[in-house]
């Protein structure tokens, strides 16, 4: 019962796969296809040529049709004999074979851009899907999946594609070299296709056992991806508390559940290739058998024949090869497409917007009208706001940890869309086009300080693209990292590590600041992102954010008392909602933001 579900799961994702497949190839497809049918046919007309060859080097009469074919060809009338004739014949020979080698040689061009093409479409496909999705599906994803899949799966499906052209050649040519054995002796042709198929579907029980070992270690080499990330992650708390050997323990055995099922999956590939090899071998030495003493073949026909069968066997070990690297590698396929079609489910239907309006670099009102958002995962988040941020305002935000400030953030750049009630910018709903407009104007900067493995002036022009140096400068100054810069040994060309990690975290949160100032932003949101620079430090910057000249709404979510104290309003959380709006910040307010600190 297991056996047939597996043996229908393997058949609909292999449809699956073809149908992506197909959709990709398009024209391409075809060419190919009309190649391999070249390919398989010169090769064919090679084939028939060997045997009137044979002949004239045996000077055997009995090759029936072959001796009549050899008689209407151009050069058989040559007057020069059967040294000349074989002469011709042998330079007709090699001609198919350089014209075989050219065609195969267009065809694995051919067969190698679509494959590359076709990962390509794929990963930019799933990329896609992942940059449409809501942030909050974002958020539940682990970055190890993601990684792996638009990594080694994507890869790995790409040697799908490999396998199933390679497959589909292979067969090709097998079905051409058979229809040929049948022309040379039917029921020799007949006897061996028989036991061919018989082969194939014997081997298909096989298959479906290796394609699960093959899905179990596809398993254990994503949980290998993620405990490596996390061991990487995670090391210098182990180190620093010597719980190392967990660590050591945990990553050792996910390598060695690994390496035995990749073990058991190379047995099964090897005992279905055994089997394989037996039985063509005896469907081989059973056809010749027929051919020599039940059917009195022709020598030259059946020599023919055993060279036929040779090359047969070349082509049936692909196909047999093909067809279970195939089932092999389908699981990765199955993978990719499968958090394609979930984040497609979750997808923000984004209206083109072309027509929305841009937002200038003048402050506007933000308006919240009865707004409420549930974290789908835990039913927590925010509900009942309802409150407006004036242009230009100050606006400090705090609370014990878990309070809602995070979700009022993400709510207020329009990361996340409100599940009740309504955010207005400058009078117009944020939602559709007009979100993707907002998120293009504002800037920032997130609880976690991310920086890319760059140089600085890479993570800062990466907000504003067309920035000039003087504008670089000018953002870092604000920020407080001037000096930072200048003493760093190649200046705004320094690449400041994985996620910054050559900074401390207070420089790291400089930079990112500098980066959010970089686009002059009407709206600028800082939820926890001054937390780590030294307290006077800190003073200077949110001073010099205070008195920027254009004046944007600063939002600023903070746990320091210290931090608070140019904002002109304090809003304080608790368990989602607004329970104190002060807007001349009181003692209390601000006490509340010092006690969760
Ligand atoms: N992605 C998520 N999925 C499920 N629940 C979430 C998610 N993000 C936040 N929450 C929950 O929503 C509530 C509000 O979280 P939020 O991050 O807004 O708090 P916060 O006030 O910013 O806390 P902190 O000061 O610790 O950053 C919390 O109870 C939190 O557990």
């Known amino acids: ?30 060419r190919v296809a009309a190649l391999i049918v070249l390919g398989a ?16 080097v045996i000077g055997d009469a009995r090759t029936g049709w072959a001796v009549t074919l050899a008689a209407h ?38 067969l190698a ?25 974002l958020a539940t994803l682990s970055q190890a999946r993601v990684n792996h899949l638009l990594g080694s799966d994507i890869i ?14 292979s067969l090709f040519v097998l079905m051409m070299q058979w229809g040929l054995a049948c022309l040379f002796s039917p029921a020799l042709a007949a006897l061996t296709g028989v036991l061919l198929v018989g082969a194939g579907v014997a081997l298909m029980p096989q298959l479906i056992r290796s394609r699960r070992l093959a899905r179990d270690v596809a398993d254990a080499n994503l949980h290998l991806a993620t405990s490596g990330a996390q061991f990487l992650g995670g090391l210098k708390l182990a180190l ?10 945990e990553f050792n055995d996910t390598l060695h559940r690994l390496l035995n099922q990749q073990v058991a999956l190379v047995k099964e590939q090897s005992k279905s290739q055994l089997a ?25 026909v059946l020599i023919v024949f055993v060279l036929l069968l040779a090359r047969m066997s070349a082509p049936a070990a692909q196909l047999q090869q093909g067809a279970q690297q195939f089932a092999n590698f389908l699981p990765s396929y199955e993978k990719v497409r499968a958090l394609g079609v979930e984040l497609a489910q979750d997808a923000v239907v984004a209206a083109d917007g072309a027509d929305a309006p841009h937002f200038s670099a003048r402050p506007q009102p933000i308006r919240f009208h009865q707004v409420g958002y549930r974290h789908p995962g835990s039913g927590r988040g925010v509900s009942g706001l309802d409150l407006t941020l004036e242009a230009g305002s100050f606006v400090g935000i705090v609370g014990a940890s878990g309070a809602g400030k995070t979700t009022f953030a993400d709510l207020i750049v329009g990361l996340t869309v409100p599940d009740t009630g309504t955010v207005i910018v400058g009078g117009q709903r944020l939602e559709g086009a007009l979100r993707r407009r907002w998120a293009a104007a504002i800037a920032y900067a997130p609880q976690e300080t991310f920086l890319f493995h760059d140089s600085i002036r890479a993570n800062l022009s990466w907000a504003h693209p067309t920035a000039t140096e003087a504008d670089m400068r000018s953002a870092l100054a604000l920020a407080g990292a001037t000096a930072l810069v200048d003493r760093l040994p190649q200046g705004l060309d320094t690449v400041v590590g994985a996620e910054g990690g050559l900074l401390s975290g207070g420089e790291r949160q400089r930079l990112a600041l500098a980066r959010a100032l970089m686009r002059r932003p009407p709206l600028l949101v800082l939820d926890e992102s001054t937390s780590a620079i030294d307290i006077s430090g800190e003073r200077t910057v949110l001073a010099s954010l205070a008195s920027l000249p254009w004046r944007p709404t600063i939002v600023l979510i903070a746990h320091r008392r210290e931090s608070l104290a140019l904002c002109d309003r304090v809003l304080e959380f608790a368990n989602g909602r607004v329970v104190a709006d002060d807007p001349h910040p009181s003692a209390r307010a601000i006490e509340a933001g010092q006690a969760q600190s």
């Open 156 to 169: 790995l499906t790409g040697a799908c594609v490999h396998f199933m052209l390679q497959g589909a050649a």
């Open 113 to 137: 851009k679509l494959r590359l093409g076709f990962v390509e479409e794929l990963r930019g496909r799933l990329v896609a899907r992942l940059i449409a999705a809501p942030w909050t599906r």
């Open 240 to 249: 620093s508390q010597n719980l190392q050997h967990r660590f050591a323990t």
């Open 41 to 56: 046919g010169v090769e064919g007309v090679g084939l028939v040529l060997l045997v009137p060859l044979l002949g004239l």
């Open 1 to 30: 019962m297991d056996q047939d579900r597996a043996g229908w799961d393997l058949l609909r994702s292999s449809r699956d796969f073809f149908v992506d497949f197909r959709a990709h190839a398009r024209g391409d497809g075809l």
């Open 73 to 110: 060809l151009p050069w058989s009338s040559a007057d020069g004999g059967p040294l000349v004739r074989l002469l011709s014949m042998l330079a007709c020979f090699a001609a198919l074979v350089v014209l075989r080698a050219v065609v195969l040689w267009h065809r694995d061009v051919l």
């Open 276 to 300: 394989f090899t037996t039985l063509a071998s005896l469907a081989g030495a059973a056809a010749i058998v027929m051919g020599v003493w039940a059917l009195s073949v022709p020598p030259a």
